[in-house]
Each structure stands twice: as C-alpha cells, then as structure tokens.
C-alpha cells in the first residue's frame, strides 16, 4: 500500500541553524501539505502546496520556512535559522484533492533545537 | 473559521467494549469533511475514517464508525469492541471539501485507555 515517506526520523540542531525536512509524498497525489505538533498539543497547519505553488499558510509560517518540491518526487520544508520554540514533530501530508480531500500523514520528524 | 472541540481528554474502557469518542464542530460552510485520526504512542498520525457533509449515512470503517449528526454539528466516533491497541490519542479534524489544499482543523485530542 503506497505510503507517505519522511526523513530523518529524528534531527537535532542548535539554535539558529538551518534544516530541511524531505518528504515524498504518495506518488498519484497532487496536493502535499505540512503540520506540527508540539510535544503533548494538537496538530497544527502550516502549509499546503499544489502545483508548485503555495495553496495556503497558516499565521506560523512565517518568513523563516519556505517549501519546494526540488523534483518529481521530494517535498521540502526549509526552516532557515531554527528557534528553541521549533522544537516539535512535523508531518507532511498528501491527498488526490477535492472533493473530499482526504489527508494521508508520513511517520513524522521529531526535531529537537538546542 | 473552522472550529473543533474535543472536550474528553481522556477515556476509559474494557477490553471488547465500545466506546464513543466526542467531537463537536463549527462552520459556516455547507461543504466539508470530518475525519477521525488515531495517534499511537509511537507518534504516526493513522486515518481512520472520513464523513463528508452531505453524505446520507453515517461512515463505517471495520470497528469504526462515524455518528454524524449534523443539526448537532456533532461527529462523534465509536469504535466496537475495543482493542488493547486501540490504547491512544484520537483527534478529530475538518477541512472544507471542494477547495484544493485546504488545511486540516484538528481538536486537541482525546486519550484512549483500553484495559484487559
């Protein structure tokens, strides 16, 4: 069954530094998204992206994080000087579309800013 | 805005019981989808179920099952005969249907104890 792939699993940086979150995505679907959830709190929307172009952004993403789809296959979020209050699981997520929009989640990246 | 409400934070249950899961939502938009996640201990985020808005039935999946009721703005999820793995966070979620990339709305969660 296709699946939703992420990595790294887990990465730790410090504080200021720049990381990319790889995600690929299920290979027939158009729209790609990412979440997080901070340790022991709800999931929250950052991002939804569609023919390489942002669709929707939340309030949390801000100039920090950029996305890119760099090929056919991977999708990115970049967050380029990292904060303490970045520490969280990121998700992405990927659905054919409309009308029901149904949203497959990757295992997830645990990022841990020191 | 979309809004969902999960008021249990935790909840209890027997081995081979059922159990019902709250989730109250809020839009003015007459076309949407509510979806039922569940979220081990090991932090994937699994789909469980969906219930668009203008779906006739209540959504069915295996154990599970969506109680829709829409007056209410209520979507409610009943899972049969409880597993000991069904030990977990369950959060509701709605997106607007029809609209490309819209985001998912999640509630805060309910946890899910099933005891032998």
């Known amino acids: 069954e296709p699946e939703v792939t992420q990595t790294p699993s887990h990465q730790v940086t410090q504080m200021g530094q720049e990381v990319i979150l790889r995600c690929v995505p299920i290979?027939?679907?158009?729209?790609f998204y990412w979440y997080r959830q901070i340790l022991g709190q709800k999931v929250e929307f950052l991002v939804s992206f569609y023919n390489n172009e942002i669709s929707e952004k939340s309030e949390i993403f801000d100039d920090q994080f950029s996305v890119e789809r760099p090929d056919g296959s991977n999708f990115t979020l970049k967050i380029r000087s990292t904060k303490l209050e970045d520490s969280a699981m990121y998700f992405c997520a990927s659905s054919e579309g409309p009308p029901r929009n149904e949203q497959f989640f990757g295992p997830g990246t645990r990022l841990t800013v020191l | 805005a979309q809004k969902i409400t999960q008021t249990q934070p935790g909840m209890f249950v027997q081995e081979k019981e059922a159990v019902t899961l709250d989730c109250t939502y809020d839009t003015s938009d007459p076309s949407y989808g509510l979806f039922w996640y569940k979220q081990p201990s090991s932090g994937e985020m699994i789909f469980l179920i969906y219930?668009?808005?203008?779906?006739?039935q209540n959504a069915t999946e295996g154990r599970y099952s969506l109680n829709f009721q829409k007056a209410r703005k209520s979507a409610n999820l009943v899972i049969s005969a409880s597993q000991l793995g069904d030990s977990a966070m369950y959060f509701c979620a709605m997106s607007l249907a029809n609209q490309a990339g819209t985001a998912l709305i999640f509630g805060k969660g309910t946890t899910l104890s099933v005891s032998s």
């Open positions: 219930q668009g808005s203008y779906d006739q």
């Open positions: 290979s027939n679907h158009l729209y």
